[in-house]
T-cell receptor, first 113, second 113 residues
Framework: ETGVTQTPRHLVMGMTNKKSLKCEQH?????MYWYKQSAKKPLELMFV???????ENNSVPSRFSPECPNSSHLFLHLHTLQPEDSALYLC????????????FGPGTRLTVL | QKEVEQNSGPLSVPEGAIASLNCTYS??????FFWYRQYSGKSPELIMS????GDKEDGRFTAQLNKASQYVSLLIRDSQPSDSATYLC?????????????FGRGTQLTVWP
C-alpha cells in the first residue's frame, strides 16, 4: 500500500447530491494531484496543487471544486454531477511538481445515478 | 494535442516468455517517460522511468527509448502470472514545472501458466 490514502473507496450519489472526496498523503510531499480515470480513456489530469496553491485547472467543469488546506490534504467537492462523471478518481502526490515520481492513492470509485 | 498511444491489447503471453509493450508519443518536447502497472481495481504503480535514448534495466524489466522514432517500450522477461495487469505509458514535457503527465490508454497484459 502506498503512503497516499483516499476516502471513501466507493461512492454512489444522485445528481442532486453534494459529496466530497478526501485524499491524504503521509510522504512529506508538497504537490498533490487529482486525476480522473474513465473506462477506455487515458488518465486525465484535473487539478494540480503545489505548496497548497492551485497551479493548474485542466478545464474541469465547475461542478468539481478542489480544496487543499495544507500540503498533506486534498479534497474534491462534488455537486450536481452527471452520470458521465462516473469514474475512478485518483489522487497522487510528489515531492515537487517537477520531480519525477507521482505516487497514487487507491482511488474512489464514483457512480452517479 | 499531446498524445501517447498504446495498443489496448489484450496481450497474452505464456509464463516464462518475454512480454513486449509498446508506446508512441506525438510531442517531440517530451523528455521523461514512465511505465506504470495497474492491477484491476487498484491504483497505478510506477515500474520504470527513462530519460535517455537506449535501454534501462531493472530486474526482469527493461525500458527502451528511441526519441528519434518517438517510441518507448517495456520488456518483461520471464513473465509471471502476477505480471498480469494493465500497463500505462506516460510522458512528461521538457521544462514542465507542473508535473503534468500525459498517459496512454494502457495495454492489458495476461500471462497464462
Amino acid at each position: 500500500e502506498t503512503g497516499v490514502t483516499q476516502t471513501p473507496r466507493h461512492l454512489v450519489m444522485g445528481m442532486t447530491n453534494k459529496k466530497s472526496l478526501k485524499c491524504e498523503q503521509h510522504l512529506g510531499h508538497n504537490a498533490m494531484y487529482w486525476y480522473k480515470q474513465s473506462a477506455k480513456k487515458p488518465l486525465e489530469l484535473m487539478f494540480v496543487y503545489n505548496f497548497k496553491e492551485q497551479t493548474e485547472n485542466n478545464s474541469v467543469p465547475s461542478r468539481f471544486s478542489p480544496e487543499c488546506p495544507n500540503s498533506s490534504h486534498l479534497f474534491l467537492h462534488l455537486h450536481t454531477l452527471q452520470p458521465e462523471d462516473s469514474a475512478l478518481y485518483l489522487c497522487a502526490s510528489s515531492l515537487l511538481t517537477y520531480t519525477d515520481t507521482q505516487y497514487f492513492g487507491p482511488g474512489t470509485r464514483l457512480t452517479v445515478l | 494535442q499531446k498524445e501517447v498511444e498504446q495498443n489496448s491489447g489484450p496481450l497474452s503471453v505464456p509464463e516464462g516468455a518475454i512480454a513486449s509493450l509498446n508506446c508512441t508519443y506525438s510531442d517531440r518536447g517530451s523528455q521523461s517517460f514512465f511505465w506504470y502497472r495497474q492491477y484491476s481495481g487498484k491504483s497505478p504503480e510506477l515500474i520504470m522511468s527513462i530519460y535517455s535514448n537506449g535501454d534501462k534495466e531493472d530486474g526482469r524489466f527493461t525500458a527502451q527509448l528511441n526519441k528519434a522514432s518517438q517510441y518507448v517500450s517495456l520488456l518483461i522477461r520471464d513473465s509471471q502470472p502476477s505480471d498480469s495487469a494493465t500497463y500505462l505509458c506516460a510522458a512528461r514535457r521538457r521544462g514542465s514545472t507542473l508535473g503534468r503527465l500525459y498517459f496512454g490508454r494502457g495495454t492489458q497484459l495476461t500471462v497464462w501458466p
